[in-house]
Structures are given as structure tokens and as C-alpha cells.
């Protein structure tokens, strides 16, 4: 009897236990359950307030407003270049102008990295970005690569008598004097990538000669990376030195200016986007960051508005647009030099040559 009353009590507290354990799981799946409602309802929450922008272009406006319409601040825009970003960045204090750095030869955000003027920027989509265009610690990411080489204007060249040039060394010939159009690279993030992979392609000596041979050539340098193919369309100069991409293509319909890749290799820097630190908006920007690396769509989009397909190749997997150029053609480059090397470079390249910059 003893026995059976034992087992009796076994039985209704294994009932008990197991009802007890059920109501358990029901109160840990109702709590998944709100969990992964209010995750949703974070995930689709609009944030306010303005984002302001610091890009080299305004074309990018359809990309913006697709932003503003999905996340929701609306957007202004602030042209400036990357060098002029950085240095009034630090004339200033590190109190940024903007919120977003979208744009501009990646050197400048690694100095302004080292610099702390940047916001630390984690989301789970930056791993499926290429190592090599995004920085490790998150702090600035790439969207895409700005490749360089020539543009040149048919009808000088014909008219002067000048032969076409075909790689970086022909521009050295003398009978180019004054006939080469570069911007400065002080100021151009593109042509400081030029003056890097060089350097780096040639060596130290051999590269500063090649630069002080250059500069005989070179009518004087720019302010903005867009000169050297407008004015060589404007007939201004014959030969251009400028970053390669689609909207060369209208200027060719337009005049007889022809694009050259040059045979000895072509630069190329990745373009980069971040969050500034001490920003007014700084919530604003972060999620620009995250929305646009975690869609593809926006990719395809930029890649789209920019008229260039190299944008795809920091996420190697996205497929859609084909290069129309072969990476081979690339100059190998070592990328953690440009923003470690941008003083002392641009310190030399003042002093080697002088003020010839735009009238």
C-alpha cells in the first residue's frame, strides 16, 4: 500500500513538473514572440530630423531621396571635396560641417581615422563586404573605386601636330609641354591616389623624378578632379588626367575627346563613406551607413547614377553589371600606405612643385 502511494505521488508531481515546464515554454516563446515584434517594429521605425551630406556630387540625389522615403530624414547636400574635407575638419577642431561623409579618395578617411574624427559604424552586412574596402575596426567603409588614366582632345592633337599618348611615361615626352591637365592632389583624392601608385610602381626616387618630369608638362593643376576632362572638351588643353567613368561618355558625344587606358597600368582608390564623429546627427547617418551596405539595391542604384561598375566590386558576390575594363589592368597598390603617407607626400610634392596651381 505504502508502495503504491509512493508511485501515486511520483506520478502527480511528474504531471505537475511537466505542466509547469509547458507553461515555461509558452511564456518563453510568448517572449520570442514580443521580442521579435518589437524588433519589427524598430527595424521599420522612421527617424526624423535632418541629414546633412558631404559628397562630391549631387547627382546622387535619387539615392538620397530613396533613403529619405525609407528610413526618413531628409537630406541636404554640402560639395567639398576630400582634401578640403580633412583640413577643414581639423582647422576646425573636429567639429563637422555635416553628418555623412559620402564620397572622396579613401587616404583622407584613413587620416582622419587616425585623427578620431570618425564614428565607429557596426552592422551585420559589413562582412559581406570585401576586406580590403572597408577598414577593420568600422570606422569607414568603401562604396566602389574611382580608376584613373587620360582623356584626350582629337582635334588638338591633330591640329599641333601631337601624338597620342598611350601610358604614364609618354606624358613625360616634351613635345606635351603645357599640354597636360591634372588637379591638385592636395586637394583631389583621385590624383593623390595618381601620385601614390606611382610611387609605389616606380619607387621612391625614380617616382619623384618621374613627377618633377610631369610638371614641365603640366599647365597647371585644378582645384576640382572634374577640370582636366571638361576643359580638355572646352579645348582648353589636349591631354587630361581623370578619373574614368561613364559620364565621359556624353563628353565624347559632345566633342572629340577620346578616353585612353593607359598601358602601363591604372590608379585607382577606393571612394569612401563615413559617420563623423561629433555630429549633430550622428543616429541619421549611421543608419544611411547600414541601409545602404545591407540592400543591394542601392548598390545597383549607385552604380547606375555614378555610370561606373567598379561600385559592385566591394561586394564581390553582387552580380549584375560587368566591368568594362579588366582588373588586371589595376596597378597594385598597397592601400594602408595612403593614408599613412599623405603628409610626407603632399609636403614633397609642394616643395618639388611650387605654386602652380589654378589662376
Given at each position: 500500500m505504502?508502495?503504491k ?6 506520478m ?56 529619405t ?18 583640413s ?50 568600422n ?27 598611350k ?57 576640382r ?33 577620346k ?39 542601392n ?30 589592368q ?30
Amino acid at each position: 500500500m505504502k508502495k503504491k502511494i509512493i508511485a501515486l505521488l511520483l506520478m502527480v508531481t511528474m504531471v505537475f513538473s511537466l505542466a509547469a515546464c509547458g507553461k515555461k515554454e509558452e511564456v518563453k516563446e510568448d517572449t520570442k514572440t514580443e521580442e521579435t515584434d518589437s524588433q519589427k517594429e524598430a527595424a521599420t521605425e522612421k527617424l526624423e530630423g535632418t541629414l546633412k551630406v558631404v559628397t562630391t556630387s549631387e547627382e546622387y540625389q535619387p539615392l538620397f531621396d530613396k533613403y529619405t522615403e525609407e528610413v526618413g530624414p531628409k537630406v541636404e547636400f554640402i560639395s567639398m571635396s576630400s582634401g578640403e574635407v580633412l583640413s577643414k575638419l581639423k582647422a576646425e577642431g573636429g567639429t563637422p560641417a555635416a553628418d555623412l561623409w559620402f564620397g572622396g579618395g579613401i587616404d583622407a578617411f584613413m587620416d582622419a581615422k587616425a585623427n578620431d574624427l570618425l564614428e565607429q559604424v557596426d552592422f551585420a552586412a559589413s562582412k559581406d563586404l570585401a576586406p580590403e574596402y572597408k577598414d577593420s575596426d568600422n570606422y569607414y567603409f568603401s562604396k566602389g573605386l574611382t580608376v584613373v588614366g587620360f582623356i584626350v582632345n582629337e582635334d588638338i592633337l591633330k591640329e599641333k601636330g601631337l601624338e597620342e599618348p598611350k601610358s604614364w611615361d609618354d606624358l613625360t615626352d616634351p613635345q606635351y609641354k603645357g599640354e597636360i591637365l591634372m588637379s591638385n592632389p592636395a586637394i583631389s583624392g583621385t590624383n593623390y591616389a595618381v601620385v601614390n601608385a606611382l610611387l609605389q610602381e616606380k619607387g621612391e626616387e625614380a617616382g619623384w623624378k618621374y613627377f618633377e618630369d610631369l610638371n614641365e608638362n603640366v599647365a597647371y593643376y585644378s582645384k576640382r578632379g572634374s577640370d582636366p576632362s571638361t576643359k580638355v572638351a572646352a579645348g582648353e588643353v589636349a591631354i587630361g588626367i581623370t578619373y574614368l567613368d561613364g559620364t565621359l561618355d556624353e563628353l565624347e558625344e559632345s566633342a572629340n575627346v577620346k578616353v585612353i587606358y593607359p598601358s602601363d597600368g591604372m590608379p585607382y582608390v577606393p571612394e569612401g563613406v563615413a559617420a563623423f564623429a561629433n555630429a549633430d546627427n550622428t543616429k541619421a547617418a549611421k543608419a544611411f551607413i547600414e541601409w545602404f551596405f545591407s540592400d543591394d539595391e542601392n548598390q545597383v542604384m549607385l552604380a547606375g547614377i555614378d555610370k561606373k561598375n567598379t561600385t559592385l566590386l566591394v561586394k564581390p558576390e553582387l552580380k549584375g553589371l560587368e566591368l568594362d575594363f579588366d582588373q588586371a589592368q589595376l596597378m597594385k597598390e598597397d592601400l594602408s600606405l595612403f593614408g599613412s603617407q599623405r603628409d610626407t607626400i603632399l609636403e614633397k610634392w609642394e616643395t618639388l612643385m611650387g605654386d602652380k596651381g589654378e589662376e
